[in-house]
């Protein structure tokens, strides 16, 4: 390894180790400090009043909220129980029972002092629902009836109260203008279409990110303006943790901006390729492939297509887990409708995309079909390793060829590589009235627990090791030039304008969460003064 790539790495790996309160800035404070109250005015008119976002979606927005809430001696049941509620979720399948029936106990039974009134009347319900299958949504009915309370008068009142007030001078800072100096840069990790993607790490806060790069005029010459908006808003609008998160779209003099979720694992074509034999065991194959499908699920419960699933696409971040990633061919279907479009990856493209026919859903479902086969095979399907057929042929044996599975398949494994592979979308697994659920259920997944697997509880059976830089050495990453002779203009800024919204509101208060900001930040001072107030 050269020189100039050990440097570049090693600066990587201690922002990583040191991500968070060792990564912030020694002037994090002033960044983050509140605006006077008197200046928040103008702000608290611009917040849309909707309990569920304020109070329930957005996390500093929750934080706030319950804290108000624990300051009202009536509402602390409430809140202790929307705790338990919480913590129910992150139990395993074994502490769900006992502990679901000591929720009852403590908040639904009337003889508890805690006793929750607008929730005593689903007691009997969640007793056999519990007893049934303590894997089900047990406490849906509590759920929406403490919400339907709290939305009512308690959230009048927060409004007018000073942890409002809090959330309000929160929301300011969240919508600082972003610019290139919100970040310190580190090494290139990649190369795309349109420019690069590089590591970052958020000076305020520490938070390491990943940035992705348009180069503008890259994007104007080869008219990616649609391409890179949609990919965008599209990121915008999804929230979960098999899909990576955008946390900010802000431009700069020569490019248009995502800050991305950092995934420091590497890629799935890497893993598969280039350590040791080719192929993934058949753990590995089964986990990725379980949380590639509860990300499908996500997206296509948003009606969106994502076209573009390989190996390439699918990013590992440190613990092990994956996410989907590179979302410029995705598409979402207005209601009831199909796209027709001959794009994805050649190789990787369903025979419908090929056909030039209508398509929905169907195609991310032949997508995880090669995925699975090319982590059990260490090859594509229908192609030899290191074979690179033309796109017609490859076209060809899509549409025509019968797939081949060699010795490295099991039973499971090739039932459920077949089923995805149909070539006819109205027969392919996933593609039927239930969607994903069905492909959840193929018994290749029968040893995944799919509620835990959702609620981040499973433990991945493979870790990145964290003095590892899992991407191509800096100088072998081809530098990205500029475009020549390309003049950026009016419509041009309008353009970026759409596309500059600076902070993604949920990540950006996650990030002050998890980096342990909020918690120095978010005191209040003596007898409910805003600790701004206080000069100090
Ligand atoms: P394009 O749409 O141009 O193909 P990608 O989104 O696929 O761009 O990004 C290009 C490369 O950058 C990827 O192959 C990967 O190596 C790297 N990369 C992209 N996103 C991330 C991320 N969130 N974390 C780490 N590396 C990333
Ligand atoms: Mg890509
Ligand atoms: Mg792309």
Redesign the pocket.
Known sequence: MEIESMVANSALIKAREGGGSRGRSYKWREMLRFAHISQCVDQAMSIEREYYSLCVKQPIGKKLFQLFCRSRPDLQNYISLLDALDAFEMKSDEERKDFGLSIIQRFLMSQSIQCVSVVQRHEQSCIHSLEFDPCMDVFHRCTEDLHSYLSGEPFMHYQQSMFFDRFVQWKILERLPITKQTFRQYRL??????GE?WACQVRATGMMY?C?KLDKTHVKKRKGEAMALNEKQILEGLDSRFV?SLAYAYETKHALCMV?????GG?LRFHIHNIGQPGLDKTRVRFYAAEVCCGLMHLHSKSIVYRDMKP??I?LDDNGHIRI??L?LAVRLSEGTLVRGRVGTAGYMAPEVIGHKHYGMSVDWWGLGCLVYEMTAGKPPLRARGEHPKASEMERRIQNQQLEFGEKFGKAVKNLCSSLLNKDPKERLGCGGPGGAEVQTHRFFRKINFRMLEAGLVQPPFKPDPRLVY?SDVQDIEEFSTVKGVILGQTDSEFYSKFNTGSVPISWQNEVIETGCFKELNVFGPEGSRSSDLDW
Do not use: H, P, Q, Y
């Not at 990790?189 to 349109?194: E, N, P, Q, T």
């Open positions: 990790l990649g190369k795309g279409g349109f993607v990943a992705k990576v991305l979720t950092m995934m420091s890629d390439e696409n990013l990633s590179d410029g991407c």
